[in-house]
C-alpha cells in the first residue's frame, strides 16, 4: 500500500466553482501535513501546511482528519490560475523526510 | 537569490553512459534532496543530506550515487544508465529538520535511451 494516496482526477470545473479533494495516510504516527502545488512541467511549491484544527489561505481551506487518516484540500471561486496538480505530502514522527502523493490534477475553464 | 538551481536541464544518454546532475542553492540550507518524478508515482526520494559531507539513502537509491562536498553543492550521479532511470529529477533544499518548506529546483529531464 502506498504511504500516500490521492484521486488523480482530473476535476474540470468552471470558474466560479468549488472543488474539493482529499488523500489518505497510511502512516498513522505521521505528525505534519502540507499541500503542494506543481504546474505543468514546473517545479512543486508549497501551497499550505495543514493544522490540526484545519486552517484557511484565502480561498484554499485544508482539513486534518486523524481518526480516518485523511488530509482535504477546497478551493473556493476557482480561478484560471488555480488549474494545476496538488500533491499531498506528509512527514512521519521522528523524520524528516517527505512522502509525496502522485497527485490531484485541477483544470478550470471558462 | 537564484535559489535553487540545477544543471543540466535536459539530457539525453545512451544505456551505459555516466552523467553527474548538479544541484546548488544560494539559501545557506542544511538539507538537500534529489528526488525523481515519474507519471503516477509521484516524487520519490533517492538520497539526501543533512549536511556537508553527509549523505543517506532514501526510497530509491539504486542505481545512483550522490556527494555533498561543499554545503550549497548536492551531486546525483548515474554511474551506468539505463531506460529505467528516464525521468524528472528534482533537487530541493531545506533550512529545517523538519522540512516543513522545500525549496524545489526546476527540475532535469533525463532520457535513457
Known amino acids: 500500500r502506498k504511504e500516500v494516496e490521492q484521486d488523480p482526477g482530473p476535476f474540470n470545473v468552471p470558474e466560479g466553482a468549488t472543488v474539493a479533494f482529499n488523500c489518505t495516510y497510511s502512516?498513522?504516527?505521521?505528525?505534519?501535513f502540507f499541500w503542494y502545488r506543481q504546474d505543468c512541467r514546473k517545479e512543486p511549491k508549497l501551497l499550505m501546511s495543514?493544522?490540526?484544527s484545519g486552517n484557511e489561505d484565502g480561498r484554499f481551506t485544508a482539513q486534518l482528519n486523524r481518526a480516518s487518516q485523511y488530509i482535504s484540500l477546497l478551493i473556493r471561486d476557482s480561478k484560471l490560475s488555480d488549474s494545476a496538480t496538488y500533491l499531498c505530502?506528509?512527514?512521519?514522527?521522528?523524520?524528516?523526510?517527505?512522502?509525496f502523493g502522485a497527485g490531484t490534477t485541477v483544470t478550470v475553464r471558462a | 537569490n537564484a535559489g535553487v538551481t540545477q544543471t543540466p536541464k535536459f539530457r539525453v544518454l545512451k544505456t551505459g553512459q555516466s552523467m553527474t546532475l548538479l544541484c546548488a542553492q544560494d539559501?545557506?540550507?542544511?538539507?538537500m534532496y534529489w528526488y525523481r518524478q515519474d507519471p503516477g508515482m509521484g516524487l520519490r526520494l533517492i538520497h539526501y543530506?543533512?549536511?556537508?559531507?553527509?549523505?543517506a539513502k532514501g526510497e530509491v537509491p539504486d542505481g545512483y550515487n550522490v556527494s555533498r562536498l561543499k554545503k550549497q553543492n548536492f551531486l546525483l550521479g548515474l554511474e551506468s544508465a539505463a531506460p529505467s532511470q528516464t525521468s524528472v529529477y528534482f533537487c530541493?533544499?531545506?533550512?529545517?529538520?523538519?522540512?516543513?518548506?522545500?525549496?524545489f529546483g526546476p527540475g532535469t529531464r533525463l532520457l535513457v535511451l
Open positions: 505530502v506528509v512527514i512521519g514522527s521522528n523524520d524528516y523526510k517527505l512522502s
Open positions: 543530506s543533512v549536511g556537508e559531507g553527509t549523505t
Open positions: 502512516n498513522s504516527a505521521s505528525q505534519s
Open positions: 539559501m545557506n540550507h542544511e538539507y
Open positions: 530541493a533544499s531545506s533550512s529545517q529538520a523538519s522540512g516543513e518548506t522545500q525549496y
Open positions: 495543514v493544522y490540526s
